[in-house]
């Protein structure tokens, strides 16, 4: 059997190591080298970095803190039935990890990241805090101009702190290096579902996860590397199912619980671990005269499904069932954060929509600090086992 080459190994430890750095070390290092750079933080799901980019900064991914950081402070803020990813950025921002950081961004994604914002503006962190309200509207005239007017608000934001105008070869140069840097993360994605035994889904959520804290330039030429190294024939496959996970979109599901799935016979061939990385599905134009449009336009048409938006039009049942089947998956295993409303009120409907395409499934939760694995690796055993056996 020939191993993996010993390049990919060191680029894969240096994306484990950036992508649980807790103090942004690199981030910070980058924005010291000009007073004109920006450092603004965003929680998941989805925020357009293409503009922080156009506007000399670097978006800066917040993912909680999982079980590499003890909370004490941040719960306090918090009830203890909610999930785990707020308290352990509450326990960030009230130390010194967030320090150095200009602005954060808080998308929609549901009632305990709208409070997490307004207690960021208590504590008086970053010079500006916005809540990033997608809109749930998605035609042009209503959920487009609303879109557009609060992208417009955080340029303005970020102009007032550094002066730097946004133009409109800056914003198109920005669209495509985030296309490019798409592309490749598909790419790798469509390497492993037909190789999936050459990378680990582990080494894919070090990878993406590193380019959440990393320049894009850095993150794409990381990527081209990678996907030249994957591209080469190596590693033994094994009698593995095929298994897309649904529902860890925001508290990030610990690496052991992902080391346990695939530890059990599961290939995971896709996720939405890193859904932010991945949410334009495609390449948006960037030869725009009116870029701020392009990004606008990609929303309301290109989004990926997601629990956070509203979906009449365009089922995300029928989209996870399309899923499936382009990555030729032998099922599906629901996988959300303990009291993650967005995720467990999707599930029922999504669950529906697999067994009325004959697609296998199961269900657990997690918390992102879990770290007993025992119960879910035999759950996805099984899981694993009666695929082979019966279906």
Known sequence: MKQAPDRLTSLLDECKSLAFDL??????????????????????????REIIHAANGMAVGILGVGDRKQIIKGDAYYQSYICHLP?????????????????????????CVRNLSGMFKLAKRGKFTRYFDYPQNFQKNIGGTFYRELLE???????????????????????????????????????????????????????????????????????????????????????????????SFCEQPPIGMIKSIEMAGCYIVDDDFMLGSRWIQGNIKDSSSDPLNELVDSFLTQSAPSSAIYDVADPKGARLVKQVKMRNADGVIFCAASFCDPALLDRPSLQKSCDDAGIAHINFQFHENTGQFKVIKEQAGTFSDSIKLWV
């Not at 070390?25 to 000009?34: F, L």
């Not at 102009?159 to 798409?182: E, P, Q, V």
């Not at 894009?216 to 990678?226: D, Q, T």
């Open 87 to 111: 308290r352990g950025i509450i326990e960030m921002a009230l130390d010194s990890n967030l320090d150095n950081f200009d602005g954060f961004l808080f998308p929609s994604i549901c009632d």
């Open 23 to 48: 103090n942004f070390s690199y981030a910070k290092q980058w924005k010291a080298k000009s007073k004109y750079r920006l450092l603004v933080g965003y929680l998941p799901i989805y925020v357009p």
């Open 153 to 247: 608000t955080i340029i303005n934001d970020m102009f007032k702190l550094n002066d730097m105008k946004i133009t409109t070869k800056h914003l198109n140069d920005s669209i495509a290096l985030y296309n490019h840097n798409r592309e490749l993360i598909e790419t790798i994605y469509n390497i492993r579902q037909e190789y999936p035994w050459r990378l680990s889904a582990v080494d894919v959520y070090h990878v993406i996860r590193a380019g959440m804290v990393i320049n894009v330039e850095k993150h794409n030429e990381m990527l081209e590397e990678i996907v030249d190294l994957i591209s080469e024939d190596f590693g033994e496959p094994m009698d593995n199912i095929r298994v897309v996970i649904s529902g």
